[in-house]
T-cell receptor
Framework: AQKVTQAQTEISVVEKEDVTLDCVYE???????LFWYKQPPSGELVFLIR??????QNEISGRYSWNFQKSTSSFNFTITASQVVDSAVYFC?????????FGTGTSLTVIP | GAVVSQHPSRVICKSGTSVKIECRSL??????MFWYRQFPKQSLMLMAT?????????EQGVEKDKFLINHASLTLSTLTVTSAHPEDSSFYIC????????????FGPGTRLTVT
């Protein structure tokens, strides 16, 4: 069975602090994809990144970075120098076949 | 990326009435569409999977007679909430999957349903 765990339900940080959102996944399939989405108060899911199971290379995009470690089945997301606009709910998700499995989300509040 | 639209974005209806939500893939053909439901401060829960021209497959616990799904064309799927009740108030999100790789799914902006 597939499962995604985001143990952090809510996180608050002060603006300009760095913050890491944790994601642990479970699957027995060798081919899968991992995603991070941002969901602002409007509700629309904003795609952030996709990684396939064969590509463990970490990625940096501006203030965002992702650390994919198959050995620990983790796909953590770090925001550097957080800003108020980063406040949102962040979902980690796993695709196996064509089905999405979402984590429970982490609500991030960046305090000015 | 591809665009998926949903209409309406918000709807308020009275208890007992039916509401139809449309999900359209605007620039690609969606062989499969998925419907999710999201309660406040919770994750997305898959309700059903619909393939064009065939009956939808519902997840366990989802009443198919209450949530009617029609995927009549490669660009349109509809979700009808029949005899809506206040507990059906939720955020409904669709996603569309085309003919490309399995990860090529695109989410609609969601529809917020409030049943009074």
């Amino acid at each position: 069975a597939q499962k995604v765990t985001q143990a952090q339900t809510e996180i608050s940080v002060v603006e300009k602090e760095d913050v890491t959102l944790d994601c642990v996944y479970e699957t027995r399939d060798t081919t899968y994809y991992l995603f991070w989405y941002k969901q602002p108060p409007s509700g629309e899911l904003v795609f952030l990144i996709r990684r396939n199971s064969f590509d463990e290379q970490n990625e940096i995009s501006g203030r965002y970075s992702w650390n994919f470690q198959k050995s620990t089945s983790s796909f953590n997301f770090t925001i550097t120098a957080s800003q108020v606009v980063d406040s949102a709910v962040y979902f980690c998700a796993l695709i196996v076949g064509n089905q999405f499995y979402f984590g429970t989300g982490t609500s991030l509040t960046v305090i000015p | 990326g591809a665009v998926v639209s949903q209409h309406p974005s918000r709807v308020i209806c009275k208890s007992g009435t039916s509401v139809k939500i449309e999900c359209r893939s605007l620039d690609f053909q969606a062989t499969t569409m998925f419907w999710y439901r999201q309660f406040p401060k919770q994750s997305l829960m898959l309700m059903a999977t619909s393939n064009e021209g065939s009956k939808a497959t519902y997840e366990q616990g989802v009443e198919k007679d209450k949530f009617l799904i029609n995927h009549a064309s490669l660009t349109l799927s509809t979700l009808t909430v029949t005899s809506a009740h206040p507990e059906d108030s939720s955020f409904y999100i669709c996603s569309a999957h085309g003919l490309a790789a399995s990860y090529e799914q695109y989410f609609g902006p969601g529809t917020r349903l409030t049943v009074t």
